[in-house]
């Protein structure tokens, strides 16, 4: 659980005994979306639990769009060679995206707080390596369906996620 931001607000007038409460922000990573090097969705978990959930082929529709609009960004950049969408920012949410070399999407759509996402992705990634890739079982480009790798990402996540 990390801190962002404090601020006084005024409760009550009449209670002198409570001059002001703290409101405490706490930093999430709401949801994580691997894409295959096709645009195609292998995995998906939200992370905040009061998120009413989508249908999975809403899921699926999110990806492809974002793969989608990533190919057209990456296409129309005016710096000539661009990698796509790295980040979105809005006042509600930021979505980062890192992409491999081999052209897998890992993005994850968090509090517009959130700091250090290149890094949390950046480790996402290595567990993707330690514990999918080197599934005998895991068939590439295929959905991601690994214990091991699930409970790694929870931990990982723990501490940067608010429930």
């Known amino acids: 659980m990390i801190i962002t931001s404090c601020r006084n607000i005024n409760v009550d007038d009449r209670d002198e005994n409570l001059a002001f409460a703290v409101n405490v922000k706490v930093m999430a990573i709401y949801s994580l979306y691997i894409l295959n090097k096709a645009g195609t969705l292998i995995f998906q978990n939200d992370y905040v639990g009061s998120v009413e959930k989508l249908s999975h082929n809403a899921y699926i529709s999110l990806g492809s769009m974002f793969h989608g609009l990533h190919a057209i960004a990456s296409n129309l950049s005016p710096t000539g060679s661009s990698s796509g969408i790295e980040t979105i920012e809005t006042e509600a949410f930021k979505l980062q995206c890192f992409q491999t070399h081999?052209?897998?999407?890992?993005?994850?759509?968090?509090?517009?707080?959130?700091p250090n996402l290149d890094e949390i992705l950046h480790n996402i990634y290595e567990l993707y390596t330690d514990y999918v890739l080197k599934n005998p079982f895991y068939e590439l480009e295929m959905s991601i369906r690994c214990d091991l790798f699930d409970d790694k990402l929870n931990r990982l996540l723990k501490g940067t996620t608010a429930d």
Request: proline share 8%.
């Open 102 to 114: 081999t052209g897998m999407k890992f993005y994850t759509i968090s509090d517009p707080n959130h």
